[in-house]
């Protein structure tokens, strides 16, 4: 897909952050794009805003029958909606623990299953967004690490059985500026707004440069894209020193004794 001009985009996670900087790029470009929150999207010009949980998948798949019979085809599909959630295995709940998954794994299974004869019929792309912490394993993020590892395996997979018809990319960004720290949850609510400022300090990248990063990697098919300096640091670590890599991140992201010893909800 070298050119967005004309073409029919579908974007998830569009109120804010990277998702409403790609719809922005899109439309730029000449795209029509329908953008989906769970939030309300504002509407402008090339954009058609829709309320929807990906978590639920009827709504996704009811999402996906009402795109293609508004814009009558759909040609790039771009699963960003996701959550985050600071919590040691002892310490998180089951309820948090299922909303981290529902919002960041199954919502990118949902969307990309929903969506794919759609993309087949138009020889599209589909992009599903993972993370760093798809990359390597960090303390307090098993729930992440394990929806956005989980998005690794099945975009991978996907792109192999979907060679030559769709174009299939996995995106892993580092630390980008959006909204997804103030809307975390962590399970000791004392922690907050601690962990939001956290988030907050590593956010190298803009979304206006990740949107673009995104973009850029349909255009060429990448299989898979890296966004911010952080991004490629992180990619490098597993690869140069295999499960070594995990005293170091421990140093970085220990949790307290308390963490440890924190009781399952």
């Not at 004392?190 to 400022?197: D, P, Y």
């Amino acid at each position: 897909m070298r050119s967005f001009a004309g073409k029919v985009a579908v974007v998830t996670g569009a109120a804010s952050g990277i998702g409403d900087a790609l719809v922005t790029a899109l439309v730029a470009e000449g795209a029509q794009v329908a953008a989906s929150d769970i939030a309300e999207v504002g509407a402008r010009d090339g954009v058609r805003p829709y309320r929807v949980d990906v978590g639920d998948r009827d709504a996704v798949y009811a999402h996906a029958e009402q795109v293609a019979g508004d814009f009558g085809r759909v040609d790039l599909v771009v699963n960003n909606a996701g959550v985050a959630l600071r919590g040691t295995v002892a310490q998180m709940s089951d309820e948090d623990l299922r909303w981290v998954m529902d919002v960041d794994f199954w919502g990118v299974a949902h969307g990309s299953r929903a969506f794919l004869p759609h993309l087949v019929a138009s020889r599209g792309h589909l992009v599903n967004v993972s993370s760093v912490f798809g990359l390597i394993g960090v303390p307090t993020q098993s729930a992440y690490n394990a929806a956005k590892f989980a998005v690794r395996g099945f975009t991978e997979a996907l792109r192999q059985e979907m060679a030559g018809v769709v174009g299939v990319t996995c995106v892993h960004p580092g630390g980008v500026r959006t909204s997804i720290a103030r809307n975390a949850r962590t399970s000791d609510p004392a922690e907050k707004e601690s962990f939001g400022r956290s988030l907050d300090r590593v956010a190298l990248t803009s979304p206006d440069r990740a949107a673009q990063r995104i973009l850029d990697g349909v255009r060429r098919d990448r299989a898979r894209v890296l966004i911010g300096p952080d991004a490629y640091v992180i990619d490098l670590l597993p690869r140069l020193l295999g499960s070594w890599y995990q005293p170091l991140v421990r140093r970085v992201f220990s949790p307290s004794s308390s963490d440890r010893r924190g009781s399952r909800g």
